[in-house]
């Protein structure tokens, strides 16, 4: 039973690019969250994620943010024309029911040069 | 107020000593309570559920006030394999991280 997938590991980005990352959950998990770890900082909330549908988006930023988790395939976050300030570990954590048994995956680390 | 509070560190302790640490949360009808520890540039794991009664899980023992609303993690017998940074994690519509206290322990 795999663990929660992300990838890529790494993703360098020009400014003005996008950047998609992705994330397979656990399997018989439909709960996906997002989070954000700055360089020094803890994890911020991002977005919170069931098949099809976004239950919370209050940690994502208004503009060039946006997720996804299809009915499909993996949940994605995308992040249009990036910035330097983009730049962070963006981690994807999924659960079973929601807010238990959280486990995270190894996280995508993004370079934004 | 921030949601959830931890003090940074870092805390430096010797090998074999006992160390603990405190969290504070803001939002009473938070409903569930864990620890996390996190490595360098790897991913947060769980470490243990918080609850009113205390949890014991051999060194680790944490343990919850709900009236005075903060958490706590006492780690004895410390081993240079428990350096990390500790995320404290409250729940209530959503799951908060506190920004995490970091330990060293000594040769």
């Known amino acids: 039973n795999a663990g929660v997938m992300q990838n890529p590991r790494h993703l360098v980005r020009r400014r003005g690019q996008e950047a998609r990352l992705r994330c397979s959950p656990m399997?018989?998990?439909?709960?996906v969250y997002w989070y954000r770890q700055l360089p020094e900082e803890g994890l911020k909330f991002m977005v919170y994620?069931?098949?099809?549908?976004?239950?919370?988006e209050s940690g994502m930023p208004k503009e060039r943010f946006s997720a996804e988790f299809p009915k499909e395939g993996p949940s994605i976050l995308r992040i249009q024309q990036v910035v330097r300030g983009d730049s962070a570990a963006y981690f994807c954590?999924?659960?079973?029911?929601?807010?238990?048994?959280?486990?995270f995956g190894s996280g995508t680390r993004l370079t934004v040069v | 107020r921030k949601e959830v509070e931890q003090d940074p560190g870092p805390f430096n302790v010797p090998e074999g000593a006992t160390v603990a640490f405190n969290c504070t949360y803001s939002?009473?009808?938070?409903?569930?309570f864990f620890w996390y520890r996190q490595d360098c540039r790897k991913e947060p794991k769980l470490l243990m559920s918080?609850?009113?009664s205390g949890n014991e899980d051999g060194r680790f023992t944490a343990q919850l006030n709900r009236a005075s609303q903060y958490i706590s993690l006492l780690i004895r017998d410390s081993k240079l394999s428990d350096s990390a940074t500790y995320l404290c994690?409250?729940?209530?519509?959503?799951?908060?991280f506190g920004k995490g206290t970091r330990l060293h322990i000594l040769p």
């Open positions: 954590a999924s659960s079973e029911t929601g807010g238990y048994g959280y486990t």
């Open positions: 399997k018989g998990h439909s709960h």
């Open positions: 994620l069931q098949k099809e549908n976004i239950i919370d």
């Open positions: 939002n009473s009808a938070s409903q569930s």
């Open positions: 918080v609850y009113s």
């Open positions: 994690v409250s729940r209530d519509d959503k799951i908060i």
